[in-house]
Structure formats: structure tokens, C-alpha cells
């Protein structure tokens, strides 16, 4: 069960079915009707939520904006300002484990089922591991995430990226349906900074650019201009592992 911390501001039943009147242009008066299922029966401001079972946190959340459709046919809520939730430890004295922030989020009340959309990053500090996605789902029943999407995972500085991923309430066991490769981070940086082929960085100097035999009175300057050819794949371009 969802608890609420602070004042509910609840829409009044009676104007679930009203009839509002507009004036048009032409003097004619025209009638619309209120659809009870699109008129949320709740809006909350600064929100807190906790929710626990059997009396043991599961996770508690803070919204700076709720609204609640009992009414409609999948009754939901929605976090049209962003959400923040954070995930209890269900070993270790109900310590907050892990934690995930979006722009955006819809909770399908019947289902357990929520759905964050942009910027969606979930964090395990402790096993120093970040998620990113631009879309993220939660399975409260299923107690997993999952995402069609590309995402990003940064794992104890590694870069894994790929599209579809699956993982755990607390970010510990994940995989992707379709890996795009590692990027390790430390040789990113030192590589990034070399424009040279293989044969220049035996010995880790440079060779010299060989002189020109020709007289001087015949030397091309476009010819001694000319740099030695850069191999593909080398050119500062990070190293690629398969996972």
C-alpha cells in the first residue's frame, strides 16, 4: 500500500459529471461533457510515498507533482514533473540500496507496472554501477527493469552499451539483449591523445620524416610536406572489446 505524506487535494466527485457551457463567437452556446475517466480524482503537491508489505520498506518515493485516475479504465498515476524513487535493502537493515530519477513517470495501479522516461538513471553506489536510458519499465511483481531501448551501463569504470536491457530491482545482475561492445575508460583517455600509426609508437618515439635525396636546386616542398599514412582503426579511436 501507497501512503501519502502530506496533504491530498481531492477533486470533487459532483463535478465528475458537469456540463460546462462556452460562448462562441456567434452568440451560440455550446454544451461539452466532462469524461470522469480523464478527470484525475487526486493532484498532490511535493509528494512523498512509501510503500511496504508485511510491514518491511520497499521503496519510498518523492514527486513535485501526483495526480491519481481512479476513474479511468486502467486506473493509474501519473508524474508529469518528474519522480524519484529509492529501493530499501532487504538484507541489510533496510538501508537504501539503490535509487532511480526521471523527467517522467506512469504507474498502472492494476498492473504494478511503471513506466520512466527521460533521463532515466538508476544508481547502486555500492556496487558502483549507473544506468542510463531514455526509457526504463519496472516490474514491481516481476521485481526487475527492462527497456527495448539503447542503454548505457557504467560498471566499476567500464562503458557497456547496447539495446534491451534487463535487470534487477538493485542494479546487481544485468544483461542486454543486444551488446554493442565495451568501452574501457582509462584506455579511452590515453589512447584519444595519440594521432600515430603503429610503426611510429614502437619505442614510443617517432621516426624521423626521411630527407629528400633530390639537389637542392630540384626539392618539392609538397613532397617533404608529405606525413606518413595512418592505418584504420588506430587514430585515437578508443579501444573495443566484446563483452
Not at 502530506?6 to 455550446?30: H, Y
Not at 540500496?97 to 555500492?126: F, P, Q
Not at 588506430?234 to 579501444?239: E, H, L, S, T
Request: net charge negative.
Amino acid at each position: 500500500m501507497i501512503f501519502s505524506k502530506n496533504i491530498i487535494v481531492r477533486s470533487i466527485a459532483l463535478l465528475m459529471g458537469a456540463m460546462l457551457l462556452f460562448s462562441c463567437d456567434k452568440g451560440d452556446v455550446a454544451l461539452v461533457t466532462v469524461d470522469p475517466k480523464n478527470k484525475p480524482t487526486q493532484i498532490s503537491r511535493n509528494h512523498k510515498l512509501l510503500q511496504s508489505k508485511n510491514g518491511v520498506n520497499e521503496f519510498r518515493g518523492e514527486t513535485p507533482l501526483l495526480e491519481k485516475y481512479d476513474n479511468a479504465e486502467e486506473p493509474y498515476m501519473e508524474f508529469r514533473e518528474g519522480i524519484k524513487i529509492e529501493m530499501f535493502s532487504q538484507e541489510h537493515n533496510q538501508e537504501i540500496e539503490s535509487r532511480i530519477t526521471a523527467d517522467y513517470a506512469h504507474y498502472n495501479i492494476n498492473k504494478e507496472l511503471w513506466e520512466a522516461r527521460g533521463n532515466v538513471v538508476g544508481v547502486n553506489e555500492k556496487e558502483e554501477r549507473t544506468v542510463l536510458t531514455e526509457q526504463l519499465f519496472w516490474d514491481q511483481r516481476a521485481k526487475k527493469y527492462y527497456t527495448k531501448e539503447a542503454a548505457t551501463v557504467i560498471d566499476k569504470g567500464n562503458i557497456y552499451k547496447g539495446v534491451g536491457l534487463v535487470t534487477d530491482e538493485d542494479f546487481r545482475n544485468w544483461e542486454f539483449n543486444r551488446a554493442r561492445g565495451q568501452l574501457e575508460v582509462e584506455e579511452q583517455a590515453s589512447d584519444s591523445t595519440s594521432m600515430d600509426s603503429p610503426e611510429q609508437m614502437q619505442g614510443g618515439v617517432p621516426p624521423k620524416e626521411p630527407e629528400s635525396k633530390q639537389p637542392p636546386t630540384r626539392r618539392n616542398p609538397a613532397l617533404e610536406r608529405r606525413q606518413p599514412l595512418v592505418k584504420d582503426g588506430v587514430n585515437g579511436v578508443p579501444k573495443t572489446v566484446e563483452p
